[in-house]
């Protein structure tokens, strides 16, 4: 968690310049980036997705949570003198100097249509609804380009082999930015076969949490319809002052 | 690891069956889905003779037949990286000093064992596939690809003997081998034209071994997916041929021909009216029986054909009553 801490820390003062309204003037370090072919110098604190805006683009897509939780952001680039394709989300990513890039606003690939109800429990939803997993070579590809660092290679291998559980837990911190599936050779659409697969793993092959059976009970019961009624009859500013005190995690 | 190292591995090899022998072993995907009869049985039978199969962690497909191509270089990506994942155990310790790799599916086999070869007889191969891993460790070619009856035949025989709860006495198996475990020869683990190795543990188990002339025979293989009719007259006559030389049942070790001989039994039967069927087992299903290691081991619900009629006119398994 630490590591998640201080990148989010560095986030926020990567964007600081912008939202604080800092004058060029004041900053010191400078990088060059080149922009689907064009260069421009910006501060050598900001991420690709902020130096994108200091050079004048308008980000209507390719942009998101800024947070780095969306995937909205897909950005495919190389350092200045690497052979190295990389891949990265723009807000999570800090430009360097030389660094050429372009964003990816968005990947074609279906997501198949199907009733998770309806569907067997079986290794044969993959081949299905996307028989393309079967012509995964094991090249790695996916993997390297995962910017949330997950193992996708393997668990496409796990849906080949129709482990569910497996294919859950390497699977879940995706965020569907759809980088590997532009990098596979295969063609696959590695995270639509994983939302496949997490879907048919959460009906048919984890336990029901007792706690969720519990709380959909309660409510079920009415238990919450008296304070549901108060905030739905609250004033504006009543509400204000209630999200203003409310319980949260702190920051 | 070294040359040295790898080849201390196998000098140091221990007698399979003489205890606590753990091996690391390549399961591959067939086993975990439509083929759960052959891993079942193999992974009890193994147990019975004292050795561990220790499934590789992260293993991946194989590569099948894909990565027998010459010019693309990207297919042998996957069996090569099962190897590396042989050196990862040995190092993690999940494995001893174990550079063999234990296979199942002869499909498996066949394609691991093939890249294997290649990549020692193609440094520059190598050198390139190394290359494109990334984040894994360079394989350094010390690993050693075997079949399961490989190691089922180094076994003594007695200590296969002492395990037969239940000889299958009045039994006529024919075993088969079709391509895999044969060719090419070098790859092969028996006399391309005239295989014998399933012969002694058939013996064994107290059954009688039936030589069928069409064991060698390919089975129509992948040939199953568009062109049912063909792979059917295939099985027709290599079934027939079986049944006239007086073969109970038919034994494999090879899923997709276990499908083509077994599963297209439907298709045989509509095409030649004079077809009887047959039941088509895995060795191991058999082994286990004979072990009296009960059906969660022997796993005969998964076979198309149900061998009960057979095995019951043996006395082999009780009639319901």
Known sequence: MSTKTSMMERISESTRSLTTGVDTKDVEHWVTIHIMGRGYRVPADLTIMTAMEFAGYKLIRSCGCRQGFCGACATVFRRKGEYRL????????????????????????????????????????????????????????????????LEVMDYVQAAIKGDFEALTEASFDCIQCGLCAIRCPAEIAQYHVAQLGRRMYGRYGSAEPEHLKNRVAQIEQGEFDEALDELVGATKDDLKKRYAARERESD | MTQDKASRARGDRRE????????????????????????????????????????????????????????????????????IRVQEANAAGIVEDEMRLVTLCSMCFNTLKRTNARVAERPEDLEKLNDLMYKEEDYEGGVEVVHFLEILREIDPETIRRNVKRPLEGLKVAPYYGCTLLRPKEIGIDDPERPTAQDDIIRELGAEVVDNPRKTVCCGSYQTV??????????????????????????????????????????????????????????????????????????????????????????????ES
């Not at chain 1, 030389?98 to 939803?125: C, H, K, N, R």
């Not at chain 2, 390549?26 to 004292?50: F, H, I, Q, W």
């Not at chain 2, 962690?57 to 069996?79: E, F, I, K, Q, Y």
């Open chain 2, 16 to 83: 399979a069956g003489s205890g606590g022998t753990r091996l690391p072993y390549y399961p591959g995907c067939t086993l975990k889905t439509t083929a759960r009869n052959l891993e079942d049985s193999a992974l009890a039978v193994a147990r019975a003779l004292g050795i561990e199969l220790v499934e590789l962690p992260r293993w991946n497909c194989c590569g099948v037949v894909a990565s027998l191509t010459d010019d693309d270089l990207m297919r042998h990506l996957a069996p090569l990286r099962n190897l």
């Open chain 2, 226 to 319: 568009a062109n049912k009719d063909a792979v059917a007259d295939l099985a027709y006559d290599i079934l027939t041929h079986a049944r006239a030389a007086g073969a109970d049942v038919l034994t494999t070790f090879c899923p997709l021909c276990a499908f083509n001989l077994d599963n297209r039994q439907r298709e045989v039967a509509a095409r030649h009216p004079d077809f009887e069927h047959m039941p088509v087992l895995y060795l191991t299903q058999l082994m286990a029986l004979a072990f009296g290691l009960g059906e969660e081991a022997c796993r005969f619900d998964l076979n198309f054909v149900d061998p009960a009629g057979v095995l019951e006119a043996s006395q082999l398994v009780k009639e």
């Open chain 1, 86 to 149: 990389e891949t990265a989300l723009a807000c999570q990513t800090r430009v360097e100097d030389g660094m050429s890039l372009v964003q990816i606003p968005f990947v074609p690939a279906d997501a198949a249509s199907y009733d998770v109800a309806a569907e067997e429990y079986s290794y044969t939803v993959f081949s299905k609804h996307y028989p393309e997993v079967a012509r995964c070579v094991s090249c790695n590809t996916c993997t390297k380009a995962c910017p949330q660092d």
